[in-house]
C-alpha cells in the first residue's frame, strides 16, 4: 500500500502557497497583498518556510495517511 498524503497535501499546499496566486506576503507595495499574480525574493523565501512548516506539521506531528488499494 502506498501513502498518498505527502504527495496529495504536498500539492495542495504548494498551490495554494504560491507566492501570488491567493495571497503574497510580503508584498510589492504593501505588507499582504491578494491576487497580485506578482512575486519578489522575499516572498519566495517566506513562503518556502510557511510550505516546509505545513508540511512537516501536517506529516510528521498529525500523522495524516491517505492509502488505496
Given at each position: 500500500?502506498?501513502?498518498?498524503?505527502?504527495i496529495i497535501?504536498?500539492?495542495?499546499?504548494?498551490?495554494?502557497?504560491?507566492?501570488?496566486l491567493i495571497f503574497?506576503?510580503?508584498?510589492?507595495q504593501?505588507?499582504?497583498?491578494f491576487?497580485?499574480?506578482a512575486?519578489?525574493?522575499?516572498a519566495?523565501?517566506l513562503?518556502?518556510?510557511v510550505f516546509f512548516?505545513?508540511?512537516?506539521?501536517l506529516?510528521?506531528?498529525?500523522?495524516?495517511?491517505?492509502?488505496?488499494?
Open positions: 500500500m502506498l501513502d498518498w498524503a505527502p497535501i504536498g500539492y495542495l499546499l504548494f498551490v495554494l502557497l504560491s507566492p501570488g503574497q506576503l510580503p508584498g510589492n504593501r505588507h499582504v497583498e491576487s497580485s499574480f512575486t519578489n525574493g522575499k519566495i523565501l513562503h518556502t518556510l512548516v505545513f508540511f512537516t506539521i506529516i510528521l506531528a498529525f500523522r495524516i495517511r491517505i492509502r488505496f488499494g
